[in-house]
Nanobody, 122 residues
Framework: QVQLAESGGGLVQAGGSLRLSCAAS????????MGWYRQAPGKERELVAT???????NYADSVKGRFTISRDNAKLTVFLQMNSLTPEDTAIYYC????????????????WGQGTQVTVSS
């Protein structure tokens, strides 16, 4: 079982910054992929950014150059630094982890956090 503890959401003015954190815990040694998705009202959930165990990153075009994803493998925590926020970034942000490592074996399971609200005012 995987537990995900998200933090860092809130209300910010346009042009401001927020930093999201998601700490994973459970009976596993590491996580292959960690990332963030978001869902705005009336829209489908979409990818924001992901990062692999070796540090490879992937970003949605809409956040490139403004958001930075990073992770601390020792603490199994993923961060999302969000700068130059706009009202279009308003959404519930969900932490996602996938690919649990148990020693040298990897199990492909997918887990979601409960979400944290990010609201950007104009």
């Amino acid at each position: 079982q995987v537990q995900l503890a998200e933090s860092g959401g809130g209300l910010v003015q346009a042009g401001g910054s927020l930093r999201l954190s998601c700490a994973a815990s459970g009976r596993f040694d590491n996580l292959e992929r960690m990332g963030w998705y978001r869902q705005a009202p009336g829209k489908e959930r979409e990818l924001v950014a992901t990062i692999t165990r070796d540090g490879s990153t992937n970003y949605a075009d809409s956040v490139k150059g403004r958001f930075t994803i990073s992770r601390d493998n020792a603490k199994l925590t993923v961060f999302l630094q969000m700068n130059s926020l706009t009202p279009e970034d308003t959404a519930i942000y969900y932490c996602n982890v996938a690919g649990l490592w148990f020693g040298t074996a990897r199990v492909e399971t997918n887990h979601w956090g409960q979400g944290t609200q990010v609201t950007v005012s104009s």
